[in-house]
């Protein structure tokens, strides 16, 4: 079997490269980073399934590199304390926590659109990812901290920058044999603007958990809280207990809210760009979805939780969306004990394997003519005959995303705002070109033109 350098992958181009090889190479073939670290690439649904249906932790070699960053979360954790912190995290995600959050994406959503129709108005493309990026922090700072509906400040607008930064640094630093000692690291120019960053993104998280422990001394705070019914994420985070009764330690908690901040928006804020694109390509699905959201809307300008459920169309072309263009293309596992494969291979523990969800849906045995947009993959009668482990841009098994429903929910509502305030078409000399950098971003940005359509809701 060919060994490939991973070298050859960082260029753009890179993501497809992979798809070429997985034609090649049916079921799996060797990547290196640098000369030491050999991983098994997969994309092969059965291959898959026989790793990630158990709970092996993630690959150290690589999910280490976030330790500085986002401490030891749930990204990071495994064994015992992960599978703790998992259980006192769930009810964080229960559908009752997330129906309040509808409002908060339709505000959000709004504001997004109104600078966009500022921007409409001078008849060029413009990047989108930038200001979804934003809109989806901002979503993500009032639904983790209950934020007011006051927008991002300065100091939330240079999280942002730090967390854009951070990202890139990490994908370069992973890819890069030279960055991997810490030691050496740590020296270089790249190390100390990767700490630089780090540091802005915890002195704004402790401030964020600082002010909250605050308004919780405070006895009317207290009481208000008490009375909320469903509370958000950081309410469940500073009263979670363990079997023993003792609380998260500071660490844990800095670990657990910076986990969620970077694994919350920065994966909303690629899958919304992308879909918005898939829809600019494609207009006739455009058009359908935009024919059912304005039936489910109404006369109304914002969507509540029971209309989720009504976006069929809408929901199959986002999970296509999601098939072609993932926001987290690539993850890592070392496998704990021995795994046995199907065609009769097997790996010893302590193995590294890289599941490429990119390539995995993009594998032609599994998704027949699997470069075209076609959402009706995802009916009911055709997802019923798919393999479970064919399509996961959430990943799958134990290990899966703990926040997928409240991506979706952002996603839905999101989307199907914007289609109901604009026409979205391509800018031919700006196509995008694929680059992963942690998510799956465009190099050049995602550029595409609005048309302000007055489609009578309420706006």
């Keep these: 079997m060919k060994s490939l350098g991973v070298l050859q992958i960082q260029k753009t181009g890179s993501l497809d490269k992979v798809v070429s090889w997985a034609h090649q190479f049916p079921y799996a073939h060797p990547l290196w980073l640098g000369q030491f670290l050999g991983f098994l690439n997969i994309y092969e649904p059965d291959y898959v399934k026989a790793v990630y249906s158990r709970g092996d932790p993630k690959a150290a070699d690589v999910y280490d590199f976030f330790l500085q960053w ?23 995600f229960h559908y009752d926590v997330l129906k309040p959050y509808v409002a908060v994406f339709n505000n959000s959503t709004h504001a997004m659109l109104d600078k966009w129709e500022e921007k409409a108005r001078e008849d060029k493309s413009f990047d989108i990812f930038c200001d979804v990026g934003h809109m989806a922090l901002d979503s993500l700072m009032k639904c983790t901290f209950g934020k007011g509906n006051s927008g991002l400040s300065h100091r939330d607008n240079s999280y942002y920058l730090a967390v854009s930064d951070l990202t890139l640094l990490m994908q370069q630093r992973i890819e890069s044999f030279q960055y991997h000692n810490d030691f050496i690291y740590w020296l270089t120019p790249h190390g100390r603007r990767f700490l630089r960053a780090c540091q802005e993104a915890h002195d704004h998280t402790d401030q964020v958990i600082r002010e909250r422990k605050a308004a919780l001394q405070d006895e009317k705070e207290q009481e208000k809280i008490q009375n909320r019914r469903h509370l958000d994420f950081l309410d469940i985070l500073l009263g979670a207990r363990d079997e023993s009764g003792i609380k998260l330690s500071d660490a844990d908690l800095r670990a657990e809210v910076d986990t969620f901040m970077f694994e919350g928006h920065d994966t909303t804020t690629s899958g919304i760009s992308w879909f918005l694109y898939c829809m600019a390509l494609y207009p006739e699905h455009q058009s359908r979805c935009r024919e059912e959201v304005c039936e489910i809307l109404g006369d109304r300008d914002s969507f509540q939780w029971d209309d989720l459920g009504k976006m069929t169309y ?3 072309c986002i999970k296509e969306s999601l098939r072609l263009y993932p926001p987290v293309p690539q993850v890592y596992r070392q496998l704990s004990k021995p795994v046995n494969f199907v065609d009769g291979r097997s790996l010893p523990a302590g193995s590294l394997i890289s599941l490429h969800i990119y390539a995995l849906h993009r594998n032609s045995s599994v998704w027949p003519d699997s470069e075209v947009f076609d959402p009706l993959r995802f009916t009911p009668e055709n997802v019923a005959t798919r393999h479970p482990f ?32 604009f026409e979205f078409t391509l800018d031919p000399l700006q196509p995008p070109i694929k680059m992963p950098q942690l998510i799956l971003r465009s190099k050049n940005g995602i550029h595409l033109r609005l048309k302000p359509l007055h489609l009578g809701s309420g706006k």
């Design 70 to 92: 986002i401490g030891k979360g749930l990204l990071v954790l495994h064994g015992p304390k992960w599978y703790e912190h998992r259980k006192l995290l769930t009810p964080g």
């Design 314 to 316: 809408l929901t199959m």
């Design 390 to 421: 064919a399509f996961m841009p959430f990943s799958a098994g134990p290990r899966n995303c703990i926040g997928q429903q409240f991506a979706m929910n952002e996603m839905k509502v999101v989307t199907a705002l914007c289609l109901l305030r």
